[in-house]
């Protein structure tokens, strides 16, 4: 089990491009999160999402952010004309239902230049 | 919805010394606690829950209602304990966290 995999690694956007971030849940996992990592501060929630389901998407800011995980494939967290303040570190994590264990993945380091 | 407060940004001690990490709750109900660590280079996972009431790698954190706290405690501090440690409760399905603390152990 090769555990939640998240990519790229590290992704650098000039502004006004797109940002498209992948995670692939665990197997056997049906919840899927995203949290951001701001310089210096905390992990922020983003969304929480199950197969073709936006459960929760209140840490989303509302516009240029979109999140889905389809029937089949990845989990993706798309920006859209992204700005400088979008640079950070997004964390993908995945549970099975009803569980706060989660497994996170290691992250993709999103720099806009 | 419940919320911690985790007072301390950054905390430095010595090898062999106590550590104990703050995290304090607002919540009226009997709130679920979790602390993750996040070690250099490495991804954030899971070290304590605190029902279950168990000690992982030396650390124990005891739910005190009447303090509102569930801080994390080890007797004798390690280097390899430096990281990035975060309490955090479930708010709505899922976990929020609090603003972490950054742990090093100094030989």
């Known amino acids: 089990n090769a555990g939640v995999m998240q990519n790229p690694r590290h992704l650098v956007r000039r502004r006004g491009q797109e940002a498209r971030l992948r995670c692939s849940p665990m197997?056997?996992?049906?919840?899927v999160y995203w949290y951001r990592q701001l310089p210096e501060e905390g992990l922020k929630f983003m969304v929480y999402?199950?197969?073709?389901?936006?459960?929760?998407e209140s840490g989303m800011p509302k516009e240029r952010f979109s999140a889905e995980f389809p029937k089949e494939g990845p989990s993706i967290l798309r920006i859209q004309q992204v700005v400088r303040g979008d640079s950070a570190a997004y964390f993908c994590?995945?549970?099975?239902?009803?569980?706060?264990?989660?497994?996170f993945g290691s992250g993709t380091r999103l720099t806009v230049v | 919805a419940q919320r911690v407060t985790q007072p301390e940004k950054l905390l430095s001690v010595f090898k062999g010394a106590p550590v104990e990490l703050k995290c304090n709750y607002s919540?009226?109900?009997?709130?679920?606690l979790f602390w993750y660590v996040q070690y250099s280079r490495q991804r954030l996972q899971l070290l304590l829950r605190?029902?279950s009431r168990e000690s992982i790698k030396g650390f124990t954190a005891d739910l005190n209602k009447g303090e509102t706290s569930f801080h994390l405690k080890k007797p004798f501090a390690q280097e390899e304990d430096s990281a990035m440690y975060y309490c955090?409760?479930?708010?709505?399905?899922?976990?929020?966290f609090g603003a972490g603390t950054t742990v090093t152990v100094r030989a």
């Open positions: 994590a995945s549970a099975e239902q009803g569980n706060y264990g989660y497994t």
């Open positions: 197997k056997g996992h049906s919840h």
């Open positions: 999402l199950q197969k073709e389901n936006i459960i929760d």
């Open positions: 919540y009226s109900g009997s709130p679920e």
């Open positions: 605190h029902i």
């Open positions: 955090a409760p479930p708010n709505d399905y899922k976990l929020s």
